[in-house]
């Protein structure tokens, strides 16, 4: 999705952080992964630097998990947004359960 380097990026919808980290062996760099309340997860990739912990509590379209950059693999200042409903696989990553994030953007407008 396209981000400014150094734009605040927010949550799409209420939950906990499961997940900080400096690097993701896919190339995601710096990322917060968010589990929500209804049970899907969101990762939040190539992040300046996370501004939130594992377990802290984040409100949708409010709390700062970080700033947008082009951390890990990535050309330019981008976020990489994935909502997907856990999974059995690879870090929980089944690609038939990947959701679209679209309706879940409108709002945050």
């Not at 997907?84 to 870090?91: A, E, F, H, I, K």
């Amino acid at each position: 999705l396209f981000a400014l380097h150094g734009d605040p990026i927010v949550p799409i919808m209420d939950g906990r952080v499961t997940a900080t980290r400096d690097i993701h062996p896919r190339g995601y760099g710096r990322y917060v992964r968010v589990a929500h309340d209804n049970g899907m997860i969101s990762w939040y990739g190539h992040l300046d630097r996370p501004t939130v912990n594992e377990g802290d509590r984040v409100v949708g379209g409010q709390t700062v998990l970080g700033l947008a950059d082009n951390s890990g693999n990535s050309t330019g200042d981008h976020l990489h947004l994935t909502v997907q409903w856990p999974g059995r696989g690879l870090d929980g990553f089944v690609v038939e359960q990947v959701v679209d994030p679209m309706p879940y953007l409108a709002h945050l407008r």
